[in-house]
Structure formats: C-alpha cells, structure tokens
C-alpha cells in the first residue's frame, strides 16, 4: 500500500514510476521487472519500522485531511487505472474505508477450483492458504510467511489481514501446505478411522489428483488444534459412532428414518468412488469432515453475523408467499427546496455573416478560400499524412454528390434519391475520406448515417448497427478504399452480409474511382429547413441501437449555438482527438469547424495509443487555440509526461473535455491542471461540456478570461444521492462525490430538470433528477419510432400545480443532475448507468470508480470492469465485471474481490450480488476498445461470459425473501370430524377393488407349493426366458426343471450348507435364472433367502463393503452363488476391500448335487417369514422387511388380479430383480399366475440399448415393466435411431401397458418424452405408466390401462390423470390446483391405480389425524401384503411398531394402518372406474425423508433440480441437499471445464427466482458423479457424505456469501 500517494517522493522518481506503469499497463515488461525495478525506485524512500524487510510493502497511512488548497496541488499519477474514474480522494476514501474494516474480520470462504481450472503463470507464484489451520488470532504471534515480526504498531500489510480475515488463518507458509486450490486433489484421506482414533490434520497436502483408494499420504504425523470459533481439540471417535448420521437439517428424525450404517456405495456401477466419510465433530456436535466442512462451517459462522439491513421477522402462513416488500426508510433525506425554476441561456445573437446553411458555408470558403486549411490527418508516428483544404473539400463532395445521385442505379431509376439514407462506414484514422463523404451527402440531400466498421461477421454491436440500418432503409454503403479492402470477405471476393445487415451494395468515395460531373451540373443549395441532415447512432443500455434525426435546422442552429459559447473565429487551429463520426468530435471537428473555416489537426486513436503526447505535442507545433478531448486523453498525457521542455500550452484558450458529465472526470482536470500549469496552461482554458445523443450539446464551461471567478465544485453525500437529494458534505466524509461544473445552459436553450420517473414533474432545487432541454438544437426523433420519439423528444415538463412549463417541447437529456447557483450546470450520472436498488439510485460510473480505487493496478487488467443490474426475485441486483490481470494468482484475485464488496458497502451502503473475474481481453469491445456492456450482460445471463473467479453474495444483498413460515397448532380432533369430513372435505382415503373369489392355484398358502403343483399339472410349461445382449434366448425354464433345480439347492443346502429351518441365505447371484432357482430352493429347504446384489468387477471396491454389509445385517448364515462370484469374492481385490476371513461359508450351486432331499419343507405357519427384502432408500439408509408367507402370496393374487396374469401371457421384465416390485415380478408372479416372464437384465443395455423394446416387438408382448433409469437409457440412447430401428421391424403397437416401477414421485418429463419419442413406433401413448411402492409396502398402486375394445370388459381404469398444482402453497404442505401453464405450478401425475386389496388414507405426519380430499399429509397403508416389519439388527423396536403398526389419533382409531413415509394427496376425478364407482387418484409428491425443512417451509429435492437443470445447456444432471441449514447445489458439467464457473449465478438465480431460497454453496463436478441407485433415483445423502468428507473431486466449489 506504500505508494507515491503518501511517501514524499522527489519529481523525477515519481515521473520514473509513471513511465514504469505506463509499460507495465503496455504490456512491455512483465509485473515481476516492474515490482523490481519499482521496489528499486522507492527502496530508499520507505520508513522502515525497526526489523523490517526493505523489500515488503509495509501499510503506513498518513491522514487525509485535504485543505482545499492542498488538494488541488498535490500532483498525483497513477499507473493504467481506468483514466475516467480517477480521483485520488476517492481511492483514499476507499482505502480509510477498507481500514475500518479491519476490525471487523470478514470470513469469506475461498472458493475450491479444479487443479486445471487454475490458470496460472507458475507454481511458484502460488501457495494456497492452510487448510487444516483455521484458528483467526495466530496472526500476532506467528508472523507471517516471510518471517517477519508482525509487530502490533500497524505495519501489518493490508494483504495480510485480508487474507488472515478472509481464510481465517495466516498468510500461508509454503512448509505447511503445497496443495493447489482445487477441492478435490489436495486433502488427504484421513486414514481409516477403526485404525486410529484420533484424527489430526495433515501435514502436508499433495498435489495430485486424488486416486481411486484413499491413501493416506503422510500419515498423521503432528497435532494441531484447528478452530471453528473456539479451541477444539479432535474429538477421538470410537467405531460405534460410525452409525450414526449426522444430525441435520433435513428430518432426520427417528421417526422417518431406520438408523441403519449407511452402506458406503450400496449402488450400482455409476457409483462415484467413495471410501468412508471421515467423521468429526464441531462445537454443537455436528459432525463434520475435513477441508470442505470447515469451509462451510466458515460460511455459516460468517452468514450468522447480523446484515445491515434487519429482516423484519412476520410470520404470516398464507399460501401467497409475501415477497417482503421494502419499506422507505422514515429517515431518509427527502427534499425540501423550493420547486426550481426552467433555466434559459443567453439569446442566441445573430450574426450578419452567419451562413444561412452549412453547405451555403462550404460553398462560400470552397471559392473564396479554397487554399484555406481545412483538416489535417496524421500518420501513427504523428507526421501529417494530408492536408485536405477548403476548395478540395468543395470539389471533392461536388463529385461525390453527383456520382450518388446520378452514377448509381440507371438512369430512370436511380438507386438513390434526395431523402434517402446512406451508411458511412469509415475508419477512425480517416477523417478527410469520411469529411468528403458527409458534404457529399448533405449537398446530394441524403441523410447520412456514420457508423462503425464491422471488423468480424459476428462484432458485438454490429448486429443491432444491422438493425439500425434496415430500419433506416439503408441499400448504399460509402466507404474508403482502404476500408473497402479490409473488409471479411468471401472465398469469391464478395463482402459477405453481416449478421442483421440489410442487403448493402458498397461505394467506394475515392476522387479516382468516382466520374467528374458535367459543366452545367450544380448541387441546389438551400437555406436550412427541416428536412433530416443526418442520423447519429446511440446505443442504449439494452444494447439496441437508435438513430437520432437532426434536422437542417438544428444542424445549423447547433453549430451556431457552439460559436457563440466557444468564441470561434476564422482560422482558428483546433486539435480534435474525439471520434469525428458522432458526438462532440462531429460537432466541432466535422461541422462547427466548416462554419467557421477553421483548420482541424485530428488526431487519430492509434497514434494516442503510440504516443499519448501527440495531442500537446501538435497543440504546441500549431499553436492551435481549442482542443477537443476526453479526460482519458488527459490522463495519458499525465501519464507519459516527461519533463518535456519544449511544452507550452499558453496559446490553448479552451481545451473541452468532452467527458466532462462523468462525475469522474474531475480527477484528470484537476491532475491535469497541476502538472501543465507550469507550461503555460491557464486554469480557465479547461472547460468540461455536457452532451447527448438526443440533446446534442446540453452545456459547456465558457473560457472567461476573468480567472478570479474559480469553477464551481459540489461535494455531495452519495447517501443522498441514492435518494436522489442533494446534500453537500464535508470532505472528510468517505461516501462522497465531488463534481464539477459543465458550465451554463447553451445559448438559445431553455433548461429544467424533471423526475426520472414517472410524469415529467419539475424536481424542487435539492434535488437530481433528468436534465430536459427546449431548443432548435436538438435531435428531433429516434428514426422510425414514433412511441420513444414522444418519451424522449416531446415532453411537456409540468410544475407541481399541474401546469406546463412551456409550450414547446422539451428533449430529454438522459443526463442525471441539478441547476446550481449562478445557473451552473451539475452532472451527476447518466440514466442508462442508473440502477434501482431496494428502491435507492445508484450510479454504475460510482460504484466503478469505487472498485477500481481498491489497488487496481494489481489485478484489474488495464481498468476493464463493467457494472450492470440484473433483476432477480423482483429487485435490480449489482453485478460487477472485470477483467483480471494476466499474472495475479488466485488467492490475490479473491482478496481483491473480498475488499471490493467491503468498499462499495461502506461507500454506497448496497451489497453486490455477484463479482465475476474474466481472463485478460475476453470482455466483448465496443469499436473504440470500451467495454460492451450490453453484451457482456448478456454472455453473464445466458452462461457464456467463462469467468475465472466467481463471487457470489446473495445472503447479503437478497433482504426481500418471503418470510420465514411459523406452523400453526392445528385444531383439535373433535371440531374437526363431522362422520365422513374432516374440516368440511370428505376424508381422503381410497382402495383398491376386493380381492374376489378363490381360483385353483389360490387355494395355497405357500409359493412352493404353487410351484409343485404346476410341475405335475403343466410340466413343460415354459415359466421364464432369460435373453442375452444381442436379443437371443440365453436360458429358459420349464415348471418342471425349475422344481427339480430348487430340489438339488435345498438338498445341497442341507448336506453342505448343514443349515435348519428358519436361516437365512444370501443369494449373491447375477440378475437371471439361478437366482430365481436359488430362492426357490430355499423355500424348499425351509431357509429364508435374502437377494443381494453381486459386487461390481470393476468397482470392487465400493460395491463389495454394501454385500458384506447386507449379509451381516440380514445375519445370513450362508451365501449362495454362482462360480465367477465365487472366485470374485476370493480374489485380492476382495481382500483388499473387505476382511474376507468373516464371510459365512460360500456355496457354489453351479455343481449340483445329483440327489433330491428327503422331503420338501412345508412351514407350520403362514406368517413366518418367507423372506427378507433389503434396499438401500434415496437417503442411503439400509433397510430390511419382512415378508411373511400370507403377505406374499396375498401381493402375488393382487398383482394377478390388476394385470390379469394367466399361463396363456407373456410378460417383458426389464428391471433389476434383488427388491421391491422387481424382485416380485422377476421371481415370484409367473410362478403364482403361471404366465411366461421374458427376463431382459437391464446392465446389457449398456450394449444394446435397444435390446428391451426390440425383444418387446420380437415377442408380441402386450405388457412390460422397467424402471426410469432404462426408460431414460431408451430416451437417451435411441432418440436418434428412431427411424433405423423402424427399419428394423421395431413395432410397439401392441402394447397395452408399460409400467414403470417406481418409488418416487412420477418423473412425468421422462414419461411424456418416451411416448413422444416412440410414438412413431406404434406406441400407444396412453400405454405408458407408474407404479408407486415403498419399504412398508412394497407395490401400493399399478396402473395397466386398458386399450381399445378391452376398456369395456371391466377390468379397466381410467387415465392416468395430470393436475398442476402450485409450489409455493406445496411448501406449505397446502394442495392448491391451478391451469396448466400458471406461474409456479408443477404438474403431478398420479401414481397408478390402486391395488385389489390394499386400503390408503392421507395422514398428518405430526398429529396422525385423518385429512380431507386434496390435503396434503403422509400416505398411509392397510393392506394384505404389507410387510411386516423392519429386520434390524439394533433393536428398535419402537421405530417398527410405528412404520408398521400406526392409529389414527381419531376417526378410525381400529385399523392398523402402515407408515409409507411419502407424502401425497388423494384427489376424487370425474372418471369412474369398473364398478361406477368414482376413480379416486393417488398424487404422490416426495419422501418425507429426502424433503428439506428450509425457512419453515417443505422443499422437495427435485423440483428445485428440475430449475437448476432447466437453467443452461451444459447441465446434465443436479442434486440438492442441506448442511447445517444450508442449501447445497452439486451440478454435473458436460462441456469444458471453463463453463463451470457460469453456472454459479445461473444456478443461484434461478432458485431465488424460483424457489424463494438461497443457495449455499455451489458444486460443479464431472458426469457420473451423482450416485444413483438401481431405481434411477439419486443418493443424495452418500453424495452429501462424499461432498464433506472432500471426495467428489470438484471442478469448483462456489460458497455464496
């Protein structure tokens, strides 16, 4: 911080410095030569605190208390900061600002980035913080990375306390930590907890990229107490602990979940590669793991600090989410001026010599004068290239005139005619073709429209330019030849259109090119009326661009108006370094100048880019009178200054700063003055003007020659301003704004100044608002828009009576400000950079020059930085752009990013919402090298603007959210229930039909004995086809050879097994044949099988632990499987996973014994246990029921009775067999119905994804069931191949039903897009279906439809039925139905029909109390084929008795009914099913475990990932889940990895806007990471685990502050 604002450096030192950062922002030396040469420069000058190293930067901050004489003199530069922002006073504002922060420490968490994502020029330049380290006081003690003494006496470095503030720990040693900033690569597994028990941080990270098993790098060699806000040491963690899940915010409360230990990777192949996540715990015993916890655990204690702004906390439990609305602040200054009145300007005095048009004044110096100098153009090196004199000029436009009209088109239809419009596309260093071109336009009488060159097909404005000028009707281009030839063009040499260009034919303007005209031939000079004279373009904030109409008159009358304020004479030298194509270079350089027969020097922008001095020095070398800049202009020439002797400025009576309504500009006048008031500058000469678009000129300082009268100078409060009141401020003060005059009104004009919005009223004297001129000189109208002509041109201010000012029309200005005393003109900023924030008014130039005084020369490349508002949740929200420097690291960068939203919240008193940094020279560039800012807010809301560094405040800034939702008590049993109605609505509950008569393989009890007595009565009935990848038969199964196979099992399991009655089997089996055979013969030896899934070969690792886990907790005494698992679970790799020696014995049945058991077990009784069905549930939870014999033969009759299952069917089967309605269909429903099953096991449609509906059509098959995920690998995989596998005889007409199995809510995008896509291939589209089933019971509803002539059979259902209801009354646990296509409405399909048997009432979770129809509460379940229980091995009993065997709190109090732990609503539909009775639909919504309570309100999972994915291309996939009240967003990325950062304020933006929530922190990983179980359903909470214990190997991690 040490700079030369505050050291008292001698001249030349400082000059030296100057030129240093001058190449340094040049791009000629690196920053590494210009911090050595610097540091050189003012190594002698530093105070050095006793034992310091010369060569830090140490902090010394000299008060600032400029007297106003000081102020004006002190001479200041500074390196390639943004020249229009500049103010030294500002920048020690900021940094007083940035001081008082010091105390209060701010922890942002730094965001985590992918080692490849890290654009970085060395390693070496980088050391990252220290991750383990969190505790904030070692800064005193310590020193830091230096070694340095921090001594308490303020000469910590700025940065370091930045940076211990923000990473809550030291500047980071390079010995304690070399990991990069990636999340993912650097902290080290923490070895396996049951190996030690306590766990301390690493000492050193490594740098790669974590490998698939966690090793532990270097063991835990030191100790260290790490803080989360107190001194903790690690607690020692003993194994049980383990099982437990952390307590969170979602509702993990016993009575929803099985505290079963969570199987680590219980899923199939797509699972991430997790080890086991590290368990610690915090201060309020929340554990936590690892780096990325105390990072979150950082957030959460910094978000827990109290916002400036206090939420008024309201709990209103209504449906409408009340979006808080911002009450005016009663302290707020208001107004109190008198109302002011309209200012006129001086009479605009008539000159007897004045021409009565500008091309009458041509005409008269192109023969009276025609040696007269008119323009001079210079090369780069500043040499004059050509001196264009008046009678050329004359000649030149004559020619030019006549070939337009005459020489384009024919003769009876020339192409262009007086009136018409024509573009002028001419380069910036050509001022003399483009003078020639415009006198050659006015003299034909068509309008010319200047604009910019295209430089590319795709530039980023020229688009709009296009639609400017097909708007215009523009055909004809004149250009250069120059211009001409560098032009895109086309391989045959053709210009090719550009983007939203018209059709263009180009004219080339050169004399050679051009045919002389005829003697007699004469253009026909006019006085000037009000025909247009030409189009100046403007490009609003939205990034369309107009065209303003000038008319002849207002031409002339502007170029009146600015001789008189400007004193121009004949021959006056002036030096123009504007653009001449528009604005104030056009006014005085092209046109003004003509009037007068001055001479213009111009001064192209490439040669101030060579040689910033050009402009003084040709002042000097012409001894010019007027020159014409921009303060940036100034700037440059401070910078490059170097004690030229020969510079003197005394014969420039008026220098205009073109800029001057940038409040900014001030800084460069003054600086400006400081510096060449010795070389002759007079402090009168600089005279700021005011301009626009609309207005043309709005004001101008007048050179006086009396230099007593000083310039006027407002010092404003910017708190005032945001209220749009003037209130003048003592310089002391840090959030001020000093401005300057820009004169007086211009001759001939009438000034007031009206409200910004709204009715044009009259502002009182206090107060800002829009500038409105009433003049001849302005524009007239926006080409072709007669709507915004009227808003803009033609106001009729009133006064507070209601009255109008005048009765002409007033132009707006578009300029922000306020009349001062003495008529003097204040600007304060302009409308297009106003953003309404919270109902405050702030300034984009403000907040600009606010960031760029935190150490700009550090990190923002060249001053590139771009503000803008984007409207998110109905308030306009701050956006910050900037570029970043090529070689500052990221630590700097985000330390620099954290000290901006300091200093524009002390500063302006508003948050940002988002700081977005983009590598060097990527923003988009208006022609003249700005920054397009329209464009750049589009690329930021679309997702294509690629930052390198993102960050995001929404807990700051966002102050409207709804307000958090208290829950009512409800009312009492006995007022609500009158008979059948709860609350006025009839109860809501439903069944499905009665069971019905017995038929002959009812009469039962038991599976086995199905199965034997088919084998007599139908042997050779074929029961199951088993088909490979390629669509053949690989096995089948007659009734017969199933029976004898189950014998052998059941006899092996008796003579090698040694196994009684009652225990339990593992079959570890490959989904197919011997897996149903297995269970079978376990059935028959009296043993309980349990169906597991077999280990993955290629991702042992993690699957192996979920078997070893199942066949424990299921207490299996013994595993049956095939030989390949056999050898696979003997192998190392298995033994490196699992301790391989306390398997149960493992039996082989793939050598069968050759004899059959004595005899086949028959149970005693129908409720023992036929076997157990383990699942792992969304929530990761391991859970096990009990299926007795009565309920499974009970769920077999009612699955045949709603599928009308007989031997004569067949029945296609793609899903996985090991649970759930799978395992039912898979194994046990042919055996009982006695129809044929075609088994497609779904991994092989990773081969052949067409393999389950090709085998569909191949068989003629009416009915089949899959799960989502093969229903999404078919959409996926085959949504291209439609038409080939039509080719292919692929034929889905004769399909009445398609069930998905599903324990969810229906994914209905996922179903709509299957029958869209195989429609074409005879799908019928009401075939498609759900099922909906749990762990209590395990198919509740299934849906067949019934088609065509079958419908009236009886057996039929209805439709499936959609209902849209509103989400934000879903959130208060409310059902609330609206049209499709309503804002915030989600629709539902229901879950399917009801099964024969089976009863559901809607419950309240808490109260257990009935609800009514359409009221949202938990699904409850009686039935014949609910499980019986939980099988556990912890016995918690008191968890079963209620899933399982819940009451009513009133009402029917008698039956036993089920928990299914999913909420959902019955809703009663017109439809009537087969009895006549009323079809009541079943909506299902969400599990009660995997909702998140956030804000008092419910959210479910997947609505708020349906936004997210919605949001950008490169999305593929998104979870959600919450930590410590904190929402997560994990995002999958399928594009490259430079996308990852758009997607962070995509992602925030759309949950707020959606879901009235904030996001915590962002996750960006790579495809496949989301695990997903084999429903198809994510586990979110396996990837919340992996997320904490840092095993996901982000790209980035984004913690939104």
């Not at 229903?1271 to 039903?1297: A, N, P």
Request: glycine share 8%.
């Amino acid at each position: 911080m040490a700079d030369r604002d505050t050291l008292p450096l001698p001249l030349e030192v400082r000059a030296r410095l100057a030129e240093l950062e001058l190449e340094l922002s040049e791009g000629d030396i690196t920053q590494k030569g210009y911090e050595k040469k610097r540091s050189k420069l003012i190594g002698a000058y530093l105070p050095q605190p006793p034992g310091v190293d010369p060569s830090l930067p140490q902090e010394r901050r000299t008060p600032v208390t400029p007297s106003s004489s000081s102020r004006y003199h002190r001479r200041r530069s500074s390196g390639s900061r943004d020249e229009r922002y500049r103010s030294d006073v500002h920048t020690e504002a900021v940094q007083a600002a940035l001081a008082k922060h010091k105390e209060r420490k701010m922890a942002v968490p730094m965001p985590s980035k992918r080692r490849s994502l890290v654009v970085q020029t060395s390693m070496d330049a980088y050391t990252p913080p220290d991750t383990s380290s969190g505790s904030e006081g070692e800064g005193s003690g310590q020193g830091d990375s230096q070694g340095t003494p921090n001594s308490s006496q303020g000469s910590i470095n700025m940065e370091h306390w930045i940076s211990r503030a923000i990473h809550g720990s030291t500047t980071s040693s390079t010995t304690s930590s070399s990991s990069t900033q990636s999340g993912g690569s650097g902290a080290a597994r923490l070895s396996d907890l049951t190996a030690q028990t306590h766990i301390g941080p690493i000492a050193h990270l490594s740098l790669k990229r974590k490998s698939k098993t966690g090793t532990v790098e270097n063991g835990n060699s030191l100790r260290r107490s790490c803080e989360f806000g107190s001194e903790l040491t690690w607690q020692p963690l003993e194994t049980e602990e383990n099982h437990c899940a952390p307590p969170d915010v979602t509702t993990y409360t016993s009575e929803h979940s099985i505290q079963v230990e969570r199987p680590q990777g219980s899923t199939s192949r797509s699972v991430p590669k997790y080890g086991n996540a590290e368990l610690m715990e915090t201060g309020d015993g929340v554990p936590v793991s690892s780096r990325v916890s105390a990072k979150i655990q950082q957030l959460v204690n910094t978000l827990k600090r109290p916002k400036r702004p206090p939420l008024r906390e309201f709990f209103v439990d209504d449906f409408e989410e009340l979006l808080e609305v911002l009450q005016p602040d009663p302290n707020q200054p208001k107004p109190e001026g008198a109302q002011m009145l309209p200012m006129r300007g001086e009479q605009l005095g008539v000159v007897t010599n004045w021409p009565p048009s500008l091309e009458a004044a041509l005409q008269r110096w192109g023969t009276i004068s025609p040696k007269a100098p008119c323009l001079t153009t210079m090369d780069t090196n500043g040499k004059p290239l050509y001196i264009l004199t008046y009678g050329k000029l004359w000649t030149r436009s004559m020619k030019v005139a006549y070939n337009i009209l005459h020489k384009l088109g024919s003769k009876q239809e020339p192409m262009v005619r007086p009136g018409d419009r024509v573009a002028l596309v001419f380069p910036n260093n050509d001022p003399a073709a483009f003078m020639v071109a415009f006198y050659g336009c006015l003299l034909a009488e068509v309008v010319p429209v200047p604009i910019e060159v295209p430089l590319t097909r795709k530039d980023a404005g020229s688009q709009q330019i296009g639609f400017l000028l097909g708007s215009c009707g523009v055909t004809v281009a004149l250009t250069s030849d120059a211009c001409h030839k560098g032009l895109p063009k086309s391989p045959t040499g053709e210009i090719p259109q550009f983007k939203g260009w018209p059709k263009l034919l180009w004219f080339v303007t050169e004399s050679k090119h051009l045919s002389k005209p005829p003697r007699d031939w004469f253009p026909h000079i006019k006085d000037a009326n009000n025909d247009t004279a030409y189009i100046e373009y403007k490009t609003c904030k939205d990034g369309s661009v107009l065209g303003v109409t000038v008319t002849r008159i207002a031409l002339l009358t502007h170029c009146q108006a600015l001789t008189q304020a400007c004193g121009y004479t004949e021959a006056e030298t002036i030096v123009n370094v504007l653009d001449f194509k528009k604005d104030v270079g056009l006014w005085h350089g092209i046109l003004t100048s003509v009037m007068n027969m001055m001479h213009v020097i111009s001064i192209p922008y490439s040669l101030m880019k060579v040689n910033p001095l050009s402009w003084i020095q040709k002042v000097c070398q012409y001894k010019a009178k007027v020159s014409c800049v921009k303060s940036r202009d100034m700037h440059w020439a401070l910078v490059a200054h170097r004690d030229q002797r020969d510079v003197n400025l005394s014969s420039l009576r008026m220098l205009i700063v073109a800029d001057g309504s940038n409040p900014w500009s001030i800084s460069s006048c003054d600086a400006f003055l400081n510096v060449f008031q010795s070389k002759g500058l007079r402090p009168e000469v600089i005279c700021p003007c005011a301009s626009s678009p609309e207005a043309l000129t709005v004001a101008i300082r007048r050179p006086t020659d009396d230099s007593n009268q000083p310039p006027g100078r407002g010092v404003l409060s910017m708190q005032g301003l945001s209220y749009g009141v003037i209130r003048v401020d003592s310089e002391e003060k840090l959030s001020v704004l000093t401005v300057q005059d820009v004169g007086t009104v211009m001759p001939g004009g009438l000034m007031c100044v009206v409200k910004p919005d709204g009715v044009p009223q009259i502002c009182r004297t206090d107060e800002i608002g829009e500038l409105c001129v009433c003049s001849i000189a302005t524009g007239t109208s926006y080409y072709g828009l007669s709507g915004m002509t009227k808003n803009t041109f033609e106001v009729f201010p009133m006064c507070s009576s209601g009255a109008p000012v005048s009765e002409y029309p007033f132009a707006r200005t578009g300029l922000l400000g306020f009349i001062g005393p003495g008529g003097l003109v204040f600007i304060a900023g302009k409308m297009d950079g106003l953003m309404v924030v919270s109902g405050r008014r702030h300034n984009a130039d403000d907040i600009v020059a606010t960031a760029l005084a935190v150490e700009p020369m550090k990190f923002v490349y060249r001053g590139r930085i771009a503000v803008f508002s984007i409207s998110v949740l109905h308030d306009e929200r701050v956006v910050i752009v900037a570029e970043q420097r090529p070689d500052s690291t990221e630590e700097d960068s985000f330390q620099w990013m954290s000290r901006v939203l300091q200093a524009i919240d002390s500063i302006h008193q508003v948050g940002v919402y988002c700081l977005a940094l983009v590598p060097a020279n990527t923003l988009p560039k208006t022609p003249l090298g700005g920054i397009h800012l329209s464009e750049t807010k589009q690329l930021f809301l679309e997702g294509s603007l690629h930052p390198c560094n993102v960050l995001m405040c929404p807990h700051t800034c966002v102050t409207n959210l709804p307000k958090p939702r208290q829950k009512q008590p409800e009312i009492g049993p006995a007022s609500v229930m009158v008979g059948n109605l709860v609350s006025g609505k009839r109860i809501a509950q439903a069944s499905g039909r009665d069971l019905g008569q017995i038929e002959d393989n009812d009469q039962f009890l038991f599976l086995s004995e199905v199965l034997q007595w088919r084998a007599q009565t139908t042997p050779d009935h074929i029961l199951y086809t088993l088909l490979s990848s390629r669509g053949t038969i690989a096995s089948s199964l007659t009734c017969l050879q199933l029976h004898k196979r189950a014998e052998k099992i059941a006899a092996m399991l008796g003579e090698r097994g040694h196994l009684q009655d009652g225990d339990h089997v593992a079959l570890v089996y490959p989904p197919g044949i011997d897996l149903i055979a297995a269970f079978y013969g376990c059935l028959y030896a009296g043993c309980v099988p349990i169906t597991v899934r077999p280990p993955h070969p290629q991702n042992i690792a993690t699957t192996l632990p979920t078997v070893k886990m199942i066949v424990e907790v299921s207490r299996s005494t013994c595993i049956m499987t095939s030989q390949v698992i056999c050898k696979l679970l003997r192998s190392k790799e298995a033994s490196a996973a699992v301790d391989v020696r306390t398997w149960p014995p493992v039996l082989d049945t793939d050598d069968l014994p050759k004899k059959r058991p004595p005899q086949v077990y028959k149970p005693s009784d129908p409720d023992t246990l036929a076997y157990l069905d383990f699942s792992v549930s969304t929530t990761g939870m391991l859970a096990g029921v009990k299926m007795s014999h009565t309920a499974t033969s009970a769920f077999c009759r009612s699955i045949k009775l709603q599928c009308e299952l007989y031997p004569s069917r067949e029945v296609a089967i793609c899903l996985d067999p090991y649970c759930g309605l799978g395992f039912v269909l898979w194994c046990l429903c042919s055996v009982y119905s006695g129809h044929q099953s075609i088994l497609i096991p779904p991994s092989e449609l990773e081969i052949n994804p067409a393999l389950w509906l090709l085998a569909v059509s191949q068989y003629k098959v009416r009915d089949t069931f899959c799960s989502y995920s093969v229903m999404e690998l078919c959409t996926k995989g085959l949504g291209l191949q439609t038409e080939s596998l039509k080719s292919r005889g692929l034929d889905l007409s004769r399909v009445r039903t398609c069930v998905v199995v599903a324990e969810e809510r229906p994914r209905i995008s996922l179903t709509q897009s299957f029958s869209k896509l195989f429609k074409d291939l005879g799908l019928h589209p009401r075939a498609v279906s759900t099922s909906f089933g749990c762990r209590v019971n395990l198919a509740i509803c299934l849906q067949p439809h019934r088609l065509g002539k079958l419908a009236e059979q009886g057996t039929s259902g209805p439709d499936p039925t959609t209902v849209f209801v509103d989400m934000r009354a879903l959130r208060h646990d409310r059902v609330r139905l609206v049209e499709r296509g309503s804002p915030h409405s989600l629709p539902l399909m229901e879950s399917g029909k009801i099964l024969p048997g089976v009863r559901i009432i809607i419950a309240n979770p808490e109260t257990k109390g009935p609800l009514g129809d359409s009221h949202l509460g938990e699904v409850w379940v009686h039935s014949a084929h609910n499980s019986s229980g939980y099988f556990t091995i912890y016995g918690e009993e008191s968890l079963q008795s209620d899933h399982f065997n819940s009451h009513l709190s009133f009402g029917d109090t008698q039956t036993i009914w089920a928990r299914t732990g999913y909420l959902g609503f019955l809703r009663r539909t017109e439809l009537t099913d087969a009895s006549g009775e009323r079809h009541d639909a079943l909506y299902v919504v969400g599990a009660l475990d995997e909702a998140m309570e956030l804000r008092g309100m419910r959210y479910h999972p997947i609505d708020i990932e349906t936004s997210v994915i919605r949001t950008h291309k490169s999305i593929t996939e998104c979870a959600v889940f919450t930590w410590t009240n904190l929402l997560v967003v994990v995002v999958e990325l399928d594009g490259s990895e430079q996308e990852a950062l758009d997607l962070v304020p995509l992602v925030t933006n759309v949950v707020l806007e959606e879901h009235y929530l904030i996001v915590g922190v962002v996750v960006v990983v790579d495809i496949g990471v989301i695990p997903i179980n084999s429903r198809g359903e994510k586990q979110r909470m396996h990837l919340r685990d992996g997320f904490l214990a840092d095993q996901l190997d982000p790209i980035y991690v984004a913690y939104n502050m």
